[in-house]
């Protein structure tokens, strides 16, 4: 398991490059270019200045995420010939700074959805929190002014990328999952050719939550869903982030299951916990296990069992000790996530070493 932490950039991120450089056993930021909308080739200069920055903590960027998808592409209209060549060539110029993995989503219009950023929790933290209830009856421009009056925005609900959004719904109205998927297979089918030429694995996050918001369609749902995924493509190219949280917050979506089942097609772990209410509500809680409802010990013996070599990171965390961070990205509780996931692994590792704790370092 290689540990990576997800920052946003200078002046992006309330974390600096000198914290994470101190939490044990990071070696590479997950990264984007932040301010470049989806469309656009990812110039090679702006890329050299966050590899500047990484080289100086001697941090890797193997790892990308996103390159975010053109609407027109889900979309499937005929501009999409043009957002696909781009994307080509913004997956070269990852090539030329040694990128192996590239993280992406096919979910229509928004990203991860939640009713309430900074939720008070019994303990006094507060973290990231979606009311079932409340989704299904608010229009999704309501729940826009909502989530970004607070001056903080999660990513992919930037007010840019939102402005159109009214055209963005007239656009995708009536178009079935079939047609999503169909939309998805044209352009891993363009991409995916160009990635096995440079060695870089593709690897889709699934839908946060798993089903469909505001009437859209959503297609990386459940397990069933992640076999269809895969069987889009044999390439080595072809992959998917496993995202425990985003998964996990259907009840019925076994996770550590799904990980024995995928693991050789799973590069990149997002690895958090989700506490699932009997509404369908539910908060993002700590890694552990006993406090939400996913088996995150399941999940790391799951990883380890399978000799995981790929890449991993706590994905969010909540708000601890006061911190004034991006919702779900302050560096409290991922670390703590991190060392969580550490210790799990050690101790699986140790187990399997024979039980000599001497064994771990050895
Ligand atoms: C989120 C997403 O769960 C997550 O990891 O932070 O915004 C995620 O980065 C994207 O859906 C991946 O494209
Ligand atoms: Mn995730």
């Not at 826009?144 to 159109?164: D, H, N, V, Y």
């Not at 990386?220 to 985003?246: A, F, M, Q, Y």
């Amino acid at each position: 398991m290689r540990m990576t932490f997800r920052w946003y950039g200078e002046g992006n991120d309330s974390v600096t490059l000198e914290q994470i450089k101190q939490i044990p056993g990071v070696e590479g930021l997950v990264w984007a270019l932040h301010d470049l909308p989806a469309g656009v080739v990812w110039p090679v200069e702006k890329i050299q200045e966050i590899k500047d920055q990484a080289d100086k903590y001697g941090f890797h960027l193997d790892v990308v995420e996103s390159v975010n998808v053109h609407e027109d592409i889900k979309l499937g209209l005929p501009s999409r010939e043009h957002y696909i060549e781009n994307y080509k060539e913004t997956i070269k110029n990852l090539a030329t700074f040694d990128v192996k993995v590239i993280c992406y989503n096919f979910m229509p219009i928004f990203d991860w959805t939640r009713t309430d950023l900074f939720k008070e929790m019994e303990d006094g933290s507060t973290a990231l929190f979606y009311e079932k209830a409340k989704v299904d009856s608010m229009n999704p421009q309501d729940l826009i002014k909502q989530t970004t009056s607070s001056g903080f925005t999660m990513p992919g609900w930037e007010p840019e990328r939102l402005a159109g959004i009214e055209k963005s719904f007239e656009a995708y109205k009536g178009m079935s999952e079939d047609q999503l998927w169909d939309n998805l297979q044209y352009f891993l089918e363009q991409i995916l050719p160009i990635c096995e030429q440079h060695d870089i694995k593709m690897a889709i996050h699934p839908d946060d939550p798993p089903w469909s918001v505001f009437g859209l369609p959503r297609i990386i749902t459940s397990e069933k869903n992640v076999e269809r995924l895969l069987s889009l493509s044999d390439s080595p190219s072809h992959n998917i982030t496993l995202c425990s949280g985003s998964l996990g917050a259907n009840p019925e979506n076994d996770i550590p299951k799904i990980i024995r089942r995928f693991h050789d097609r799973i590069p990149f772990a997002h690895i958090r916990n989700v506490k699932i209410y009997e509404n369908g509500d539910f908060i993002e809680s700590s890694h552990r296990t006993q406090d939400g409802s996913v088996d995150i010990a399941d999940v790391v013996k799951a990883y380890h069992e399978n000799g995981f070599t790929g890449y991993a990171r706590p994905d969010h965390g909540r708000h601890i000790w006061n911190e004034e961070c991006r919702p779900g990205y302050g560096l409290y509780d991922r670390a703590l996530g991190i060392m969580h996931l550490w210790g799990l692994w050690d101790a699986y590792e140790n187990v399997k070493k024979g039980g000599d704790s001497h064994a771990i370092n050895s």
